[in-house]
């Protein structure tokens, strides 16, 4: 996002933070996708990057050995998230930008609920696959549009985001994104994501479980 596409989206978020969890549980779709993700990549005392976190609510209650980080562009959702995880660490940055050297590197990396603002999918990828131990496991979930090729934008909202698009691709823009950025894919689906009560549609992603392969030696 540009400097004031952040700072609009972070205002959008900070204005219903409080409220996130119970009103956005009617419209999503994919907490469960990612709760069975999570059941099976997350072992004991690894390091767990939850990106676009929010409120922190898709990671907030795994077992208390493993080292959360989540980054959001919102404070408010920050600060949900950290009352909600105190053990948690939570930090303001934008996924266009590389993510710090010196917060290592993460075993798990979930991306899901927020790259509907991602313009360039394939540099967002690579900066998560470069903050991704190998071996790593990823659930990344992207705005997918099958109405024509490559990518393609729509209002995200005329009421609250004016002049902000939701960022779409269809999925051979995703894959190449995806080998771009040096992950090899070992799931895909074409899964609803959250009903847009706006506009009235329920918007789709490509779901995708990912892994950072381990060196060859």
Same mark, same amino acid.
């Given at each position: 996002m540009n400097p004031r596409e952040a700072a609009d989206v972070a205002r959008y978020y900070d204005d219903f933070a409080p409220h996130y969890v *119970?009103?956005?549980?009617?419209l999503e779709h994919y907490g469960p996708l990612v709760a069975d993700f999570l059941l099976r990549a997350v072992t004991p005392e690894c390091r767990v990057l939850d990106v676009g976190c929010g409120p922190g609510q898709l990671t907030r209650d795994l077992a208390p050995d493993v080292e959360v980080t989540g980054v959001d562009v919102s404070p408010r959702m920050l600060d949900a998230a950290r009352a909600g995880r105190p053990a948690g660490r939570y930090e303001r940055h934008d996924?266009?930008?590389?993510?710090? %050297?010196d917060w290592g590197r993460f075993d798990?990396?979930?991306?899901?609920? =927020?790259?509907?603002? =991602? %313009?360039?999918?394939?540099a967002t990828l690579g900066h998560l696959a470069a903050a991704s131990a *190998?071996?790593?496991?990823?659930?990344?979930?992207?705005?997918?549009?099958r109405t024509g090729p490559g990518s393609s934008r729509r209002p995200f909202s005329e009421d609250g985001l004016p002049g902000v698009d939701m960022h779409c691709y269809d999925v051979t823009a995703q894959l190449a994104a995806v080998t771009a950025a040096g992950l090899s894919p070992s799931s895909y689906r074409f899964v609803p994501a959250w009903r847009h009560d706006e506009y009235s549609y329920v918007v789709r992603y490509g779901l995708w479980e990912l892994t950072r392969e381990l060196p060859v030696r």
């Open positions: *119970p009103g956005w549980r009617s996924f266009h930008d590389p993510l710090p %050297r798990v990396v979930v991306a899901v609920g =927020c790259l509907e603002f =991602c %313009r360039d999918l394939g *190998p071996g790593a496991r990823l659930l990344v979930g992207v705005v997918e549009d």
